[in-house]
């Protein structure tokens, strides 16, 4: 995906505490030109896996998730939430999401009406860093005996672990981005090939 690789380097802000902006293209205002792109490479990806349900995590996950799934046929998006509280009804299934970005921990929930044996799931996130959202989701998946197809990222910083840990447990995630390095000072971005 060279076009997103170009607006990452572009607009991409490199920020203390390995963050990387993107705010003027994907999790603020948004390019949706890029993210019809990002969709129909999800697409190319994951099309001929029988996808049932697309999963993601509120906020940013949604919009891209929803372009996503016009994609493959506009199959249902059900995004988890994240509660308030932490004591959660027997109506839902939960897990605990350590949040990279706000350094806080959060109980996500999605409803036991919008996920069921029998789903296949492709997952859809903006960004996958240590991994914590990703295992989120799938102790969801899990927990409604749903099926994993596998995890479509958009920007996946690889100088963490999330990736590499998730894989070796055999999950398929396909990164449209993979970021090697970035630099706060100088603001420079490599991608791994
Ligand atoms: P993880 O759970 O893999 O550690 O982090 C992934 C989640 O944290 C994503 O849902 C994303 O919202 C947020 N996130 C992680 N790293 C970044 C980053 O560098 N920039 C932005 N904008 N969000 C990030």
Do not use: W
Request: charged letters at 25%; hydrophobic letters at 40%.
């Amino acid at each position: 995906m060279e076009y997103l690789k170009q607006k990452i380097k572009e607009c991409g802000v490199v920020k203390k505490g390995n963050v990387l902006k993107v705010d003027s293209f994907l999790n603020h205002q948004v390019d949706v030109r890029l993210y019809e792109e990002i969709g129909k490479e999800f697409y190319r990806l994951f099309g001929n896996c029988e996808v049932t349900k697309i999963l993601t995590i509120e906020a940013s996950g949604i919009g891209i998730a929803c372009v996503t799934a016009q994609f493959f046929n506009c199959i249902p998006v059900v995004f988890a939430k994240k509660s308030k509280t932490s004591n959660v009804s027997d109506d839902v299934y939960s897990s605990e999401v350590a949040s990279f970005t706000h350094g806080n921990v959060n109980t996500v929930i999605v409803s036991k009406e919008y996920l069921n044996k029998g789903d296949r799931v492709l997952i859809i996130d903006d960004f996958l860093a240590n991994g914590a959202a990703l295992n989120g989701l799938i102790d969801i998946i899990e927990q409604a005996g749903a099926e994993l197809v596998g995890a479509g990222i958009v920007i996946e910083k690889g100088f963490q672990d999330g990736g590499k840990l998730l894989r070796e447990k055999g999950v398929r995630v396909e990164s449209l981005a993979i970021i090697e390095s970035m630099n706060d000072e100088t603001g420079e971005i490599v991608f791994r090939n």
